[in-house]
């Protein structure tokens, strides 16, 4: 089966500039999450999705960010306008229903903010 | 709030050598625990699961609830095993709850 995939693997922006990352999670997968590591810190969570209804977005940081899920197939998070500190590696993962179903993870995308 | 402690940062050890990344948890309930890794160009992938209480790849790990720890142990160490290793935890209820990860702990195995 095709896994997690996301895009773009690398973005390279300058601070205030908006960034698009895209997530197609397995086909079937209801359950899409999005995970953020910053240099030197823990993969933290930032938003849950089951179909296209955000179950559970704590780990947002703050209103520069906004996912969606539209039809409830992939997910998209903008980050507008970007900060230094946004920069790190940014995950997705899907999983099936089921009490905490195993995460199948993309290979995230790289953000560097200039 | 849940918390992850891998208090290593780096581990290296030799080829035959055994090998424990630790894991220390905070949590008042009883968790779901999770052991991740990530080889070389590799995506973050499931290694193991306390529920399941399976060895993987030869690597096993225990809950135990007392010291708040699910070490991971693998008796002799393989080159295959170099990866980073997260360990995750999850609150048990229905459906699905955030991992919270620890920072991970790169397992260098040396030939």
């Known amino acids: 089966e095709a896994g997690v995939t996301q895009f773009p693997s690398h973005s390279v922006i300058e601070k205030g500039q908006t960034v698009t990352l895209r997530c197609d999670p397995i086909s079937g997968h209801d359950n899409l999450y999005w995970y953020r590591r910053v240099m030197g810190k823990e993969i933290k969570f930032l938003l849950h999705f089951v179909k296209e209804s955000k179950q559970d977005e704590s780990g947002m940081p703050n209103n520069r960010f906004l996912a969606e899920r539209t039809g409830g197939t992939y997910s998209t998070l903008k980050v507008q306008p970007a900060e230094l500190e946004d920069s790190g590696v940014y995950f997705c993962a899907s999983s099936q229903q089921g009490n905490n179903s195993p995460l199948h993870f993309g290979n995230g995308t790289r953000l560097t903010v200039t | 709030a849940q918390r992850v402690t891998q208090p290593e940062k780096l581990l290296s050890v030799f080829k035959g050598a055994p090998v424990e990344l630790k894991c220390n948890y905070s949590?008042?309930?009883?968790?779901?625990l999770f052991w991740y890794v990530q080889y070389s160009r590799q995506r973050l992938q499931l290694l193991l699961r306390?529920?399941s209480r399976e060895s993987i790849k030869g690597f096993t790990a225990d809950l135990n609830k007392g010291e708040t720890s699910f070490h991971l142990k693998k008796p002799f160490a393989q080159e295959e095993d170099s990866a980073m290793y997260y360990c995750a935890l999850a609150v048990p209820r229905a459906g699905n709850t955030p991992l919270v990860f620890g920072k991970g702990t790169r397992l260098s195995v040396i030939a």
């Open positions: 306390h529920i």
């Open positions: 949590y008042s309930g009883s968790p779901e």
